[in-house]
């Protein structure tokens, strides 16, 4: 079974010392959630830099304060709505891990990239690993115990074509994410149990070696069939589907027995000029209005 590793006393007291010198949201208040990127990167001035960076970019796109399903329903839903995903919230536990699952059938992102600009695909990025955050964080104040996220990713109907090109768009966005991952929450989410793949292993990691780094290598495992998810998670938190118990009733997921949502196919109407209008966006910064431009 996935653990999560103590932090060493050096590591906390560190936490303590930033975390009494920097506002977190009450959210994300928690000495595991610097620990967290202490235990990645432990120059203390490196980590009170990329604390500020998250803090930041919550502020200026706006997920701040918006619930999990408002971020993937009305923030962010020309992303998360073409995508296969589960909901955390109320979620089962494997110990004190959460589990996200992530299903690639139906999800085309060579299509995807002709409707979203890859700028608002890393926006929401950030947004699910706030989400990632609050579940952990929460987690970690009732139990007093740091929390990470394991995610189960089906890669089912994966088009392995699309990625066997590294200049490709889906690699250049695949390792932009990774990078997101690597940098700022490695520690967040420590692993990926990878399913159903598309082509064998040894094709997978000669193909995944052109997206990640080491460090985030070591946090893949590919699995040759699902029922060795049971070996690293507990039944309860597995989705029926894959041999265990979950099932989400909730009414989010529309494949229940997955846990999931059903991707909204991309249409021709969808697809966007590239001649794109930029809008603008203000924020205040050391008492200065700052101007700034993203897609919209």
């Known amino acids: 079974m996935i653990s999560i590793d103590p932090y060493p006393q050096e590591i906390l007291e560190k936490a303590k010392s930033i975390q009494s010198s920097i506002s977190l949201p009450p959210c994300l208040d928690s000495i595991f959630f610097i620990s967290r990127m202490l235990r990645a990167n432990d120059d203390e001035s490196e980590v009170r830099r990329m604390i500020n ?21 009305s923030l962010f839903p020309h992303v998360y709505h073409r995508f296969s995903v589960s909901k955390l919230e109320d979620s089962p536990q494997s110990g004190n891990l959460h589990v996200f699952v992530q ?14 600009p890859a700028s608002q695909v890393l926006h929401a990025y950030m947004a699910l690993q706030e989400i990632f955050g609050r579940t952990i964080v929460s987690t970690e104040k009732k139990t007093g115990l740091p929390s990470a996220i394991v995610t189960i990713l089906d890669l089912e109907g994966l088009n392995l ?3 066997l090109n590294p200049l490709s768009p889906n690699c250049k966005l695949a390792k932009m994410i990774v990078g997101l991952w690597s940098e700022y929450f490695s520690e967040t ?15 997978m990691w000669q193909i995944t070696r052109h997206i990640v780094d080491a460090r985030t290598a ?12 049971k070996e690293y998670l507990e039944p309860s938190a597995i989705p029926i589907a894959y041999g265990g118990t979950w099932k989400d009733d909730s009414g989010f997921a529309h494949q229940p027995i997955y846990c999931t949502t059903v991707p909204k196919p991309v249409l021709s109407s969808d697809t966007v000029d590239h001649q794109y209008a930029w809008k603008k966006v203000h ?7 700052i101007e700034v431009f993203s897609m919209g």
């Open 218 to 229: 070591n946090r893949l495992v590919f699995l040759s069939n699902v029922q060795q998810l």
């Open 53 to 73: 960076h998250i803090l930041l970019h919550r502020s200026l796109i706006g997920y701040s304060e918006e619930k999990e399903t408002a971020i993937y329903d």
């Open 161 to 163: 074509t699309e990625f």
């Open 189 to 203: 989410l420590v692993r990926i149990l990878i399913i159903n793949s598309p082509g064998i292993i040894s094709i």
């Open 103 to 116: 299903r690639m059938k139906d999800v085309h992102l060579r299509d995807i990239l002709s409707t979203t």
């Open 283 to 289: 924020y205040i910064q050391n008492n200065k209005t």
